[in-house]
């Protein structure tokens, strides 16, 4: 088993040589935004639009090989049978979603071809996960994961769904990690972590926590154009989403860039997105 390792700690210049980049960042997420605000687009039609831009901005922008998004350093990505049984387990649900949600719309259906195609990189990572990875996923968990389902936690509370049985909230649980777990290696995560916050931490800095901050923020944003607003005065609301959205991202992205320079793997912060993605629709 090749063991996956993160790289060693950068000694690079202050948060301030990074300025440029800051900026890129700024220009690439912007337009995803705009794009996704002009279009009136739903939820999936706006994150399936991360797809080609994020090929893009890592091929054309980033200039770094794709493998990287998942795997900071260098892994063997060959699986041996065993693996490809692993990867073929992950294809079964969205697979059976395709075929049985005759009234899926396409944005649906690209979706779990995501989560399907997202089942190589989650298969190889599980093959070649060392045991610091695995320890490194455990931190991430007793941080980010209990902060964020904390606050699924506090929502459920505050909006309770009366009358759904608890079985049927943790086999809605079970199937949504199924299904999101795989799809974290090919929408959302692996461009806010794998791409965009690699690309403000590869050289390191004297303030990487700056950058994670950032990133998180960034992140929050980013959910504009597509959080729904109630009737009423919008203006309001969205300037409360201005400060609320960065809040709440930041209280779990910042760990998940931290874990996921530290592990140098991408299956650490998204299995931990994955669950509490899961527990958000277990609950509601």
């Known amino acids: ?35 996704g605000a002009a279009l009136h687009v739903d939820g999936n039609t706006y994150l399936l639009m991360g797809v080609p831009l994020l090929v893009i901005f890592q091929r054309f922008i980033a200039r770094r090989p794709l493998r990287e998004l998942w795997f900071a350093q260098p892994v063997s990505l060959a699986l041996p049978w065993w693996g490809w049984l692993i990867a073929g387990a992950f294809t079964i649900w969205p697979l059976h979603e395709i075929l049985t949600r005759h009234d899926a ?38 941080t ?15 909006h309770h769904s009366a009358g759904v049985a608890i079985g049927h909230r943790l086999g809605e649980g079970l199937r949504s990690f199924a ?11 692996v461009f806010f972590r ?19 901050f950032f990133v998180s923020a960034v992140w929050g944003w980013w959910h504009l154009p597509i959080v729904p ?14 400060v609320i959205l960065p809040l709440v991202h930041c209280s779990v992205g910042m760990f998940f860039s931290f874990y996921w320079r530290r592990s140098g793997l991408l299956f650490v ?12 629709n277990a609950l509601h």
Do not use: K
Not at 14 to 26: E, M
Not at 198 to 209: C, F, I, K, Q
């Open 144 to 158: 980010a994961g209990a902060v964020g389902t904390l606050t699924m936690g506090l929502g459920f509370a505050v």
């Open 105 to 142: 719309s396409w944005a649906i259906r690209l979706w779990l071809v995501c989560a399907i195609g997202g089942a190589v990189p989650l298969a190889i990572s599980l093959v070649r996960c060392a045991r610091s990875g695995w320890r490194e996923l455990g931190f991430c968990f007793l």
């Open 229 to 242: 607003l109630r009737a009423g005065n919008h203006a309001a609301q969205l300037a409360g989403l201005l």
């Open 1 to 35: 088993m090749t063991p996956a390792v993160a790289a060693p700690a950068a000694t690079g210049g202050s948060s301030a040589d990074l300025v440029p980049r800051y900026a890129v960042v700024v220009a690439v997420v912007g337009a995803w935004m705009a794009l």
């Open 194 to 212: 794998g791409g965009l916050d690699s690309y403000l931490s590869r050289d390191g800095n004297r303030a990487p926590w700056v950058s994670a």
């Open 269 to 280: 912060p998204a299995t931990v997105h994955a669950f509490i993605d899961a527990v958000r």
């Open 179 to 189: 299904l999101y777990w795989p799809v974290c290696f090919a929408l959302e995560e």
